[in-house]
Structures are given as structure tokens and as C-alpha cells.
């Protein structure tokens, strides 16, 4: 059974908490992408099943399970979450219990879910978020990563998300250096206005050195893990298993980059899968340099040094 | 627990708008209250930080410590705010290395010393007040992006039947269960990103079974202000604000039902 999977039982590997479960994740549409993207963390493609669909009914259980915890957002993420053919009735479900965030490729989106999807937004008070993942601002530079043609899929799909007053957040993985980056997020904001889209938001996100990345460039070094020595003085709440939990078919694991890790499954229930992970894994090392790298902006949990109060 | 008012009037996010401060402390005294209350920020993007504190001591203000008051008292390099984005956080530092710079070292000990939350007890109600939420002090916590149930287990953890916060610029409340409420106080520093000028505070008044908000506009002479921002080299950005009643910056910070109400 997968609750019963031993936590990584090294006395050198840091243990953190759920100190507050403030964000559900839902791997809504398992490892199935439309898209076959060189640096995906979790090699999700047409053909990959080993994660597979939730059902509304399983989104609606775990909504309900998430009340009593007080639960703040839920997020959806894939694979593309749009294969799941229930996905618009899950964002509209979601909608009545809090704020909803759906991660995309935006290559499939249809009309008539997006005027639902705006009906529903606009009928209920909490926000729903729109992610577009993209990785360049030019066919050249995006679609090696992202496949043929996909740029100018994805940039269909923004202009139709931006004519129903989505306002998506742009978000790119960092496949450029980082000394070029003002001008790299120039030229794509630039882009992204001369297509119509007036006031575009842009997430930039850090490349995950895991599934097709380790093909594309390298894999985590060794010595690139958290040690004991580095979580001192360390604000907890920046790494995402402080505050997080996933939801997949094979049970409830630890965050939404590690769903693959033996040790990710922590339990069935959203109870039981509050207990302490040991960040054993390169990507927590991501994690823990970067901060905050899966939750929206407007989720920021401010780092710095405001402590919290007592 | 202090022994409390009834009728308290609350705000958040001076940004050394001293002018909006006078304004809405004369609004208060006409009203009649118990007790005022701010719930930190009393420096950043406005001019001369200085300003404001003979105002908050001549009118009794009690005042609960934001992160900007922590950074600007402990001389600290940023302020603490929570951007994430670049170009909020190069305003922000404009703002916050200005305001530093201008405030005396007597009103940085004044704001070093400030509690970080205060605690009252007013009919039975056992009341918080604190800058951006019970448990950290530069959360944000959006209107659009908090769940009832979120907000009830914070009111819970914290031991509060009623919050009082501010942080995020923008005045909202909800009811929740057991008779539990969550009150964003807004600010006085700037607008509110709708297109009007005026800045806001709050009026809480403990009762009978109700807790009883009312939000209160308050008009200030803005285009001096402005002006007075102008004269001491703030960025235009900042002043376009403050004549329009459109944030300019802190944009991306913003959840997307937030977002669509601005113009930018």
C-alpha cells in the first residue's frame, strides 16, 4: 500500500512539517499531455498513463475532506488538465469552496468552456487563475522544447483566454541564461502586447532538473541537497511541503514536482498525509533556492524577515 | 486583556499620507469613538515619513507594528513587503529607501518598539488586531484568493472571534461561521485602485449580536500631495497614483479578480 511507503530514514535529512495546509493541488489530469515538452519534471506525454484522470466525483470528496482542515486554494495541474473531459464542471465545482488555479498549455481550449469558465468566475467570489506554460518568445526558441508549432498554439490560446478577460499568467520556465533575462522577459512582454494581450502577467519559474529535463541538460549533483547545516535560520513557509499537499490517483503525495519519488505518497486521506517529508531530493534543493516556485504571486508567503508574530 | 471600547475606528497603510491621516482623524473626532487604531505602515511612497507621528500622538493612536515599521525601526535593507515580481520590488525599493532615509531617529525607535498584533476583549469578543494576518505580519490576504474555511481556522488558531488586518491595500469582510469575521481595515496612504481618489477607514462597533463595519471614504487634498511628492523626487509612478486613484505598481502581486478592477 502506498500510506505504508517508509519515509526516507536518514538522521541527516531535514523532516519538514505541514505547518498549514493552505493549498490543495489535484493532479487532475495524471501524466497525460498532448505535448511532448523536452524538460518536462515528469515526462508527461500522449502516451503516458502512470498517473491517470481524477473524476469530479473524487474532486468533489476531496473538496469536501479540505473544509475542515481549512484549506485555502486549490490548483490544477497535469499533464494538460483540459484532456480531462470533466475539468470545466471541476473548476466550476471548486469555484463554490475557494479560489481555483489551472495550470495550462493552452492548446486545446474551446470556446464554449472558456464562456462557461467566465460565467462561473463571474458568478462567484473567489478568483479563478489561469497559468499558460510557455518557454520563449519566438517559435525558435519555444518550440524546441515545447514541439513544432506549439508556440503559435499556445499564443492562440492566450489571445483567447486574454478575449474572455482571463488575464493568464504567462509562465515560463527558465531556459535562458540568467544574465539575459531582463531582456528575454522584455522582448516576450513586448510579444505578448503586440498580440493583444495589454497588461500581461508573467510568472518565470526555475528549471526542474528532473524526467526529460536530465535528457535535455543534467540531472541534480550529489551534492545538490538540503542539509541540516542549510535549514538553520531557513523560513520553512518558502518551501511548498510546508503548505501543500497533492492529490493524485495512486493517493494524497507530498508536492506536485515529486509525485513520482518512491517516498511522495504519504497517505489516502488529506489527514493522513499530514506528516513530515525529509527533503531528500535535488528538487528540494530547487525549491528551497528559489522559493515559491509553484504558487501564484498573489500566494506569496513574503519571505524576508517579517516573522510571524508570536 | 485591556478593558474596551465599544466603537473603534481602524486603519492601515498610512504611507506617510499625512495629509489623508489629518483628514480622516478630523473625520473620526467629529464621529465619536471609543478608541483609534493603526495597523502598521505608517511610512513608504508618500513624502516626508516625518509628518505623521505628532498627528498619531496628538489623537492617541495606538498603533500595532507593520513591515515597513519593523524594516524602517531596525534600519533593515528592505522593506519587507512580499513582491515577487521585479519590477514591484524596484518601486519598492525607491519608496523604502526614501522613507528611510527620511525618518528620524526618534520615530525609528518609535517603530522599532511597536507590538507586532494587540489583543482586546470588547463584549465577550475577543478581537485581534494585526498587519497582514493573525500568523505572519506580511501576508497578503486577498478578498478573491481567501476561503471561508481559511479564514474561519485562522480566526481559530488565533483565538479571535473578530481580525482586524490591512497589508494588501484594499478593504473587504467577511462573515463566517460561529459568528466569527474577518475585517481588511484598508489603508490611508493610497486609493484604492478603482479610479477614485479618496482613501478609506474603517468603523468597528461592538453591540447587542452584531458587529457592526462601516468603511468610511475620506477626501484629502491629493494634488497637494502629489505635488509634494513631485518636490521631493518620487517617482512619477507614484504621484500618477495618487491623481488618478490607479495603482501604477504592486500590480503583479494582485489575484486576478483584484487585477481586473484596475485600469493597468
Keep these: 500500500m502506498a500510506a505504508t511507503l517508509p519515509v526516507i530514514d536518514d538522521p541527516r535529512v531535514p523532516q519538514v512539517e505541514l505547518a498549514s495546509f493552505d493549498q490543495l493541488w ?31 466525483d473524487e474532486v468533489q470528496q476531496r473538496l469536501a475532506e479540505s473544509v475542515p482542515l481549512g484549506v485555502n486554494e486549490y490548483y490544477f495541474t497535469g499533464g494538460e488538465p483540459f484532456l480531462n473531459p470533466q475539468m470545466v464542471e471541476i473548476l466550476i465545482a471548486t469555484l463554490e469552496y475557494g ?46 522544447i515545447r514541439g513544432e508549432g506549439t508556440f503559435a498554439r499556445a499564443l492562440r490560446g492566450i489571445v483567447k483566454l486574454v478575449e474572455y478577460d482571463f488575464l493568464p499568467i504567462i509562465t515560463a520556465a527558465r531556459s535562458w541564461p540568467e544574465a539575459d533575462e531582463a531582456r528575454v522577459v522584455g522582448e516576450f512582454t513586448e510579444m505578448l502586447r503586440r498580440e493583444g494581450y495589454r497588461r500581461p502577467r508573467l510568472k518565470i519559474l526555475p528549471m526542474l532538473h528532473l524526467g526529460a529535463e536530465v535528457e535535455r541538460t543534467h540531472g541534480y549533483r550529489p551534492s545538490e541537497r538540503i542539509t541540516a547545516e542549510m535549514m538553520k535560520g531557513f523560513d520553512r513557509s518558502q518551501l511548498i511541503c510546508d503548505h501543500a499537499r497533492i492529490v493524485t490517483d495512486r493517493g494524497v503525495c507530498v508536492c506536485p514536482i515529486l509525485i513520482e519519488a518512491p517516498d511522495a505518497v504519504l497517505g489516502q486521506s488529506l489527514a493522513e498525509a499530514d506528516r513530515p517529508f525529509g527533503l531528500s531530493h535535488g528538487a528540494c534543493y530547487t525549491c528551497y533556492q528559489y522559493g515559491a516556485i509553484c504558487s501564484n504571486p498573489s500566494a506569496a508567503s513574503g519571505g524576508g524577515h517579517a516573522a510571524r508574530p508570536t | 486583556m485591556t478593558a474596551a471600547p465599544t466603537r473603534l475606528a481602524c486603519f492601515g497603510g498610512i504611507y506617510s499620507n499625512y495629509l489623508a491621516l489629518e483628514a480622516a482623524l478630523a473625520d473620526v473626532r467629529r464621529r465619536g469613538v471609543d478608541a483609534v487604531y493603526c495597523l502598521g505602515d505608517l511610512g513608504a511612497f508618500g513624502p516626508h515619513p516625518d509628518r505623521v507621528f505628532p498627528l498619531l500622538a496628538d489623537h492617541d493612536v495606538v498603533c500595532v507594528q507593520g513591515n515597513y515599521d519593523d524594516s524602517v525601526g531596525n534600519e533593515l535593507d528592505d522593506c519587507q513587503c512580499g513582491y515577487v515580481d521585479p519590477r514591484d520590488n524596484h518601486f519598492a525599493q525607491i519608496s523604502y529607501d526614501y522613507t528611510l532615509a527620511n525618518t528620524s531617529g526618534e520615530h525609528r525607535a518609535y517603530l522599532r518598539q511597536l507590538p507586532a498584533e494587540i489583543r482586546l476583549e470588547i463584549d465577550d469578543r475577543r478581537v485581534l488586531l494585526c498587519h497582514g494576518s493573525p500568523r505572519r505580519t506580511n501576508e497578503f490576504v486577498w478578498e478573491s484568493t481567501a476561503s471561508d474555511h481559511f479564514l474561519e481556522r485562522l480566526c481559530r488558531e488565533a483565538d479571535a472571534d473578530v481580525v482586524l488586518a490591512t497589508h494588501t491595500g484594499i478593504k473587504w469582510q467577511r462573515q463566517l461561521a460561529e459568528g466569527r469575521q474577518f475585517v481588511n481595515v484598508g489603508v490611508l496612504g493610497r486609493p484604492e485602485n478603482d479610479g477614485r481618489r479618496n482613501v478609506w477607514y474603517t468603523l468597528v462597533e461592538f453591540g447587542g449580536d452584531q458587529v457592526q463595519v ?51
Excluded at chain 1, 499531455?33 to 502512470?50: A, E, G, Q, R, V
Excluded at chain 1, 481555483?100 to 478568483?127: H, I, P
Excluded at chain 2, 497614483?241 to 504592486?250: D, L, N, Q
Design chain 1, 26 to 56: 489535484f493532479q487532475v489530469a495524471g501524466t497525460l499531455c498532448n505535448l511532448t515538452c523536452h524538460h518536462c519534471f515528469i515526462s508527461c506525454s500522449p502516451k503516458n498513463d502512470s498517473f491517470g484522470f481524477l473524476s469530479l
Design chain 2, 214 to 264: 462601516e468603511f468610511v471614504p475620506v477626501e484629502y487634498d491629493f494634488a497637494r500631495l502629489a505635488r509634494e511628492m513631485a518636490d521631493e523626487g518620487l517617482p512619477a509612478e507614484f504621484q500618477e497614483t495618487i491623481r488618478t486613484g490607479w495603482w501604477t505598481t504592486c500590480l503583479e502581486i494582485l489575484p486576478v479578480k483584484e487585477r481586473r478592477r484596475g485600469a493597468f
Design chain 1, 99 to 144: 479560489p481555483a488555479t489551472v495550470l495550462t498549455n493552452a492548446t486545446v481550449l474551446k470556446d464554449e468552456w472558456l464562456q462557461r469558465l467566465a460565467d462561473a468566475d463571474a458568478a462567484s467570489r473567489f478568483s479563478l487563475e489561469f497559468r499558460v506554460s510557455i518557454d520563449g518568445f519566438s517559435p525558435e526558441t519555444n518550440d524546441p
